[in-house]
């Protein structure tokens, strides 16, 4: 406790770092209350009497409500978040490695990332206006205008008929803006702030909706129970710690393949000639092929509109539509296995590894440089991955094992799935910053050793 309060002083001693963090805090308060405005024209109260927010809750809609912090089905002006970001990058990203104009200005270096980083706001404007349409007609069609939940821009209420153009203009513009609105607040955390500014809204928008969960397992539980359900109410917060604790090792697990450098006299100098170690992550993958993985398992949705007629169709449908049952969970685990395997290929290159090792004078002891390395350097990322795809499998399914047990859909999404691994992933990416600052001014770590390895788990 002692060296805590120590290091909460040596932060708020270092100016630079104090004002990074308070100008983060204070870019997050924006955010925050961003989510609680609502869209012109919309009556919070009344939408909160409709079926809407409550079905913005559930399946992927859930998971974007999830995202922005509950400003999804709160129909507010940050209700699309920065997923049209996430969406753009992870295009982007893709194209990297298989367009060769990517590809170039990859290797471009500094102009090249501009180049890059400029593209991916252009295409989430337009990944943004095509969402933004999506979400009015959604939330028009499950509400209606005749509940009273719309409203002219002069106040009067609209009670039949369509909506004015107006209405959706003005929505469509707000919409659109606030999302770059929320871009340019994650870069500005990620200039001048501390931790990666996108990842970091993502993390605070989960990290909002678990008082609420908590909140409303507890009361539940002890509605039921009474003191037994408290019982049972902390063992599940146990519980969800250990799954934490579990998804920090699948972070920051990582197997280390020792290279040794060569000695090279330059001058009146000499380099080389250390051991180094060359990083492979258990997870090298992120949270990518749990995102993969979930965009595939909603297509049996679009099967089950044509299944009227078929009783097997309609029967396997139904099967891998339960996010609860045996079959859902079972395909949903192979194919996060099936895409860890796959994305670890494109996004880890052996051959190039193997050439810059060569170039730098550098080699795995007992191992041949060339194609001797590139085969070893391949049979020990497909045995560190598959431990890990079982894992993140396994992580990814916690939730559906947590509804079993009887805790409720809210709270059961905190434990596993791509929140989880998010706020995991950014909590460690962060201190790890603060750490850096923390040790280049000489003061001591956040650990007795020093150090905290974590990244972001986001692909940007």
Same mark, same amino acid.
């Given at each position: 406790?002692?060296?805590?309060?120590?290091?909460? @002083?040596?932060?708020?001693?270092?100016?630079?770092?104090?004002?990074?963090?308070?100008?983060?805090?204070?870019?997050?308060?924006?955010?925050?209350?961003?989510?609680?405005?609502?869209?012109?024209?919309?009556?919070?109260?009344?939408?909160?009497?409709?079926?809407?927010?409550?079905?913005?809750?559930?399946?992927?809609?859930?998971?974007?409500?999830?995202?922005?912090?509950?400003?999804?089905?709160?129909?507010?002006?940050?209700?699309?978040?920065?997923?049209?970001?996430?969406?753009?990058?992870?295009?982007?990203?893709?194209?990297?490695?298989?367009?060769?104009?990517?590809?170039?200005?990859?290797?471009?270096?500094?102009?090249?990332?501009?180049?890059?980083?400029?593209?991916?706001?252009?295409?989430?404007?337009?990944?943004?206006?095509?969402? !933004?349409?999506?979400?009015?007609?959604?939330?028009?069609?499950?509400?209606?205008?005749?509940?009273?939940?719309?409203?002219?821009?002069?106040?009067?209420?609209?009670?039949?008929?369509?909506?004015?153009?107006?209405?959706?203009?003005?929505?469509?513009?707000?919409?659109?803006?606030?999302?770059?609105?929320?871009?340019?607040?994650?870069?500005?955390?990620?200039?001048?702030?501390?931790?990666?500014?996108?990842?970091?809204?993502?993390?605070?928008?989960?990290?909002?909706?678990?008082?609420?969960?908590?909140?409303?397992?507890?009361?539940?539980?002890?509605?039921?129970?009474?003191?037994?359900?408290?019982?049972?109410?902390?063992?599940?917060?146990?519980?969800?710690?250990?799954?934490?604790?579990?998804?920090?090792?699948?972070?920051?697990?990582?197997?280390?393949?020792?290279?040794?450098?060569?000695?090279?006299?330059?001058?009146?100098?000499?380099?080389?000639?250390?051991?180094?170690?060359?990083?492979?992550?258990?997870?090298?993958?992120?949270?990518?092929?749990?995102?993969?993985?979930?965009?595939?398992?909603?297509?049996?949705?679009?099967?089950?509109?044509?299944?009227?007629?078929?009783?097997?169709?309609?029967?396997?449908?139904?099967?891998?539509?339960?996010?609860?049952?045996?079959?859902?969970?079972?395909?949903?685990?192979?194919?996060?296995?099936?895409?860890?395997?796959?994305?670890?290929?494109?996004?880890?290159?052996?051959?190039?590894?193997?050439?810059?090792?060569?170039?730098?004078?550098?080699?795995?002891?007992?191992?041949?440089?060339?194609?001797?390395?590139?085969?070893?350097?391949?049979?020990?990322?497909?045995?560190?991955?598959?431990?890990?795809?079982?894992?993140?499998?396994?992580?990814?399914?916690?939730?559906?094992?947590?509804?079993?047990?009887?805790?409720?859909?809210?709270? !059961?999404?905190?434990?596993?799935?791509?929140?989880?691994?998010?706020?995991?992933?950014?909590?460690?990416?962060?201190?790890?910053?603060?750490?850096?600052?923390?040790?280049?001014?000489?003061?001591?770590?956040?650990?007795?050793?020093?150090?905290? @390895?974590?990244?972001?788990?986001?692909?940007?």
């Amino acid at each position: 406790m002692k060296k805590f309060i120590a290091t909460i @002083k040596n932060i708020y001693h270092i100016e630079e770092l104090r004002n990074r963090i308070l100008y983060t805090l204070g870019i997050i308060l924006i955010y925050r209350v961003g989510s609680y405005i609502a869209l012109p024209g919309v009556d919070v109260q009344a939408l909160s009497q409709t079926s809407f927010t409550s079905s913005s809750r559930e399946g992927l809609l859930g998971l974007l409500d999830m995202f922005s912090g509950g400003a999804f089905a709160n129909a507010s002006i940050f209700a699309l978040g920065i997923m049209p970001y996430i969406s753009a990058s992870i295009v982007i990203q893709l194209m990297t490695l298989v367009v060769p104009y990517f590809q170039r200005l990859q290797k471009e270096g500094e102009s090249g990332r501009k180049k890059i980083t400029q593209l991916t706001r252009f295409l989430t404007i337009a990944v943004t206006a095509l969402q !933004a349409p999506a979400y009015l007609s959604n939330l028009v069609a499950q509400v209606g205008t005749s509940s009273g939940v719309f409203h002219t821009l002069t106040g009067d209420p609209i009670v039949s008929g369509t909506l004015p153009w107006s209405f959706t203009f003005v929505s469509l513009i707000v919409l659109v803006s606030s999302t770059l609105f929320i871009m340019w607040l994650g870069e500005r955390i990620t200039d001048k702030g501390i931790g990666n500014g996108i990842s970091l809204l993502i993390m605070v928008g989960i990290i909002a909706r678990l008082p609420f969960a908590l909140s409303a397992e507890f009361v539940s539980k002890v509605a039921e129970s009474g003191n037994g359900g408290l019982i049972t109410f902390l063992i599940e917060v146990l519980l969800l710690m250990g799954v934490i604790l579990i998804s920090i090792l699948l972070v920051q697990g990582t197997r280390k393949v020792p290279v040794q450098y060569a000695k090279r006299i330059v001058g009146n100098k000499q380099y080389g000639g250390q051991r180094q170690y060359l990083p492979i992550k258990v997870n090298a993958a992120g949270v990518m092929p749990i995102i993969f993985a979930q965009a595939i398992m909603f297509l049996p949705l679009t099967l089950m509109g044509f299944a009227s007629n078929n009783e097997s169709m309609g029967a396997l449908a139904a099967a891998l539509t339960n996010s609860t049952g045996f079959w859902y969970n079972f395909v949903f685990a192979i194919l996060i296995i099936l895409f860890t395997y796959f994305y670890t290929a494109i996004t880890f290159n052996p051959n190039q590894i193997a050439d810059d090792m060569k170039k730098n004078g550098g080699f795995i002891p007992g191992i041949k440089p060339g194609k001797k390395t590139v085969e070893f350097i391949d049979n020990v990322i497909s045995k560190v991955t598959l431990p890990g795809s079982i894992f993140l499998a396994f992580i990814a399914i916690m939730p559906a094992f947590a509804k079993l047990f009887g805790i409720n859909s809210q709270f !059961a999404q905190f434990f596993g799935g791509t929140s989880l691994l998010i706020m995991v992933g950014v909590v460690l990416d962060t201190l790890q910053q603060i750490e850096s600052h923390l040790l280049m001014r000489h003061y001591d770590g956040l650990t007795k050793s020093g150090r905290i @390895k974590g990244r972001s788990t986001l692909p940007i």
